[in-house]
């Protein structure tokens, strides 16, 4: 197994499309088998590439059948594949076995969950404020952020500040960065800035061109508020 680069390409005497054209038909000569269950759990043998179905049109959503309802997919590591239904009433436990799987991993992909758009393509799963699950998505999501940005780190030649999960499931998740004017921020819903916590919205930033994830370059940290007067909102009295 290895990673196709370009490099490779010049090697094989192929083009980028002819190689992403037989990536796919030997995908597609797969074939699902079984009888109707909540949750199939492809395990892979070291051939298979289940993970990599999901880069397939269509394919999850022929999975409907299967698990009675519109598939919903976890890809948590190389070896393993999680599908079950939106509806099922297992949907959370799925998301913090999927977590548990990622954590514990030596190839970890994704703690977040997929569904199939309009088009058959796979996509993030997303949920309103209002439902049930908004808060294990924004988990699994932020999750991901911290471990990619974590793993990004080591990898950087400029300091670079940290992502941390703050929150809790009555509340709902958030990430938070420690604001460091000589350190590259991730992208997070807030930045800690001494004893301030300031919503990313608020700060004035730069991207940092060519990194993935990115990340961000400030010039000063952000004024403290003006002092308010506390005349300034003392009713005046009417003179007569």
């Known amino acids: 197994m290895t990673y196709v680069t370009e490099s490779q390409l010049k090697t094989w005497h192929v ?3 002819e190689v ?19 949750l199939i759990r492809f395990i892979d043998d070291g051939d298979s590439y289940w993970t990599s179905h999901l880069l397939l049109e269509h394919w999850l959503q022929r999975l409907e059948p299967q698990v ?8 948590p590591e190389r070896g393993t594949l999680l599908i079950t239904s939106t509806g099922s009433p297992h949907l959370r436990a799925v998301f913090a076995q999927a977590e548990e799987l990622y954590a514990r991993s030596a190839r970890p992909i994704t703690p977040m969950a997929y569904v199939s758009d309009s088009h058959g393509c796979t996509v993030p799963f997303a949920v309103p404020e209002d439902h049930p699950l908004h808060h294990a998505v924004g988990r699994a999501e932020r999750i991901l952020a911290v471990q990619e940005y974590t793993r ?12 941390v999960l703050t ?16 350190a590259l921020l991730p992208t997070a819903d807030e930045v800690q800035i001494g004893d301030r916590t300031i919503p990313w919205p608020d700060l004035e930033l730069e991207p940092v061109p ?10 000063g940290a952000p004024q403290s508020p003006p002092p308010r007067d506390p005349r300034a909102r003392r009713p005046q009295r009417r003179s007569r």
């Open 15 to 17: 083009r980028p499309n």
């Open 20 to 38: 992403f054209k037989a990536a796919r038909d030997n995908l597609e000569a797969a074939t699902l088998q079984g009888s109707p269950t909540e």
């Open 68 to 75: 009675g309802g519109p598939p919903i997919a976890f890809a």
């Open 152 to 163: 990004q780190a080591g990898h950087l030649s400029e300091p670079a500040a940290e992502l």
């Open 167 to 182: 929150g809790d499931d009555g509340t709902g998740w958030r990430t938070r960065a420690v604001w460091d004017e000589k």
């Open 210 to 219: 060519g990194l993935e994830p990115i990340r961000w370059r400030a010039a």
